[in-house]
């Protein structure tokens, strides 16, 4: 199983951390619905950036 610690970036914000042990990452237009191994949900505006499969991290900049 792949997991991966998702992080997410504003306009003129440092780079936060937005969601640990995430398995799923699911994506409508804009809307990015991230899901967690035991199934918490968080879901925010905005575009992928970068996967990083081998590092397990994917980045985000948020328009929310």
Do not use: F, P, W
Request: charged share 30%; glycine share 8%; proline share 0%.
């Amino acid at each position: 199983m792949c997991l991966a610690a998702v992080y997410g970036k504003r306009a003129e914000e440092d780079e936060t951390l937005l969601l640990r042990n995430v398995s799923k990452i699911l994506i409508d237009g804009d809307t990015i619905t991230l899901i967690d191994i035991i199934g918490q949900e968080k879901q925010l505006k905005g575009a992928l950036t970068e996967v990083d499969l081998a590092g397990s991290v994917v980045k985000v900049r948020c328009t929310d």
